[in-house]
């Protein structure tokens, strides 16, 4: 069974920073992309960031140079560092992944993933 489990959610000030982890099991961590989106109220899924099961990352460009993504293949956890962060960033933050097999590269669209995790809320005070 493919478990996701976020973690690292709280309330920041603006301009302030926070690390997201994703924890995963019941899947071979290293021959799956992970990808990060984030939804707030109202608003659809977007993505926001996603790294291949190669190491290749790809970030829409709304946190582009705000925040990296990474991944530790020995401990199945992929992290997201969230740095001047703003009021705009405010959503609750998912964990989503999908082997290689069935898609090679990091894809910016849900359909591109098969498990979700349940998700971490993010909420900057401005």
């Known amino acids: 069974q493919v478990r996701l489990v976020e973690s690292g959610g709280g309330l920041v000030q603006a301009g302030g920073s926070l690390r997201l982890s994703c924890v995963a099991s019941?899947?071979?961590?290293?021959?799956?992309?992970i990808g990060w989106f984030r939804q707030a109220p109202g608003q659809e899924r977007k993505f926001v960031a996603g790294i291949s099961w190669n190491g290749i990352s790809l970030y829409s460009d709304f946190v582009e140079g705000r925040f990296t993504i990474s991944r530790d293949n020995a401990n199945n956890t992929a992290s997201l560092q969230m740095s001047s962060l703003q009021s705009e960033d405010t959503a609750n933050y998912y964990c989503t992944t999908v082997s290689k097999e069935v898609v090679k590269v990091v894809d910016a669209e849900e359909r591109g993933y098969n498990w979700w995790g349940q998700g971490t809320q993010v909420t900057v005070s401005s």
């Open positions: 019941g899947i071979t961590f290293n021959r799956y992309n």
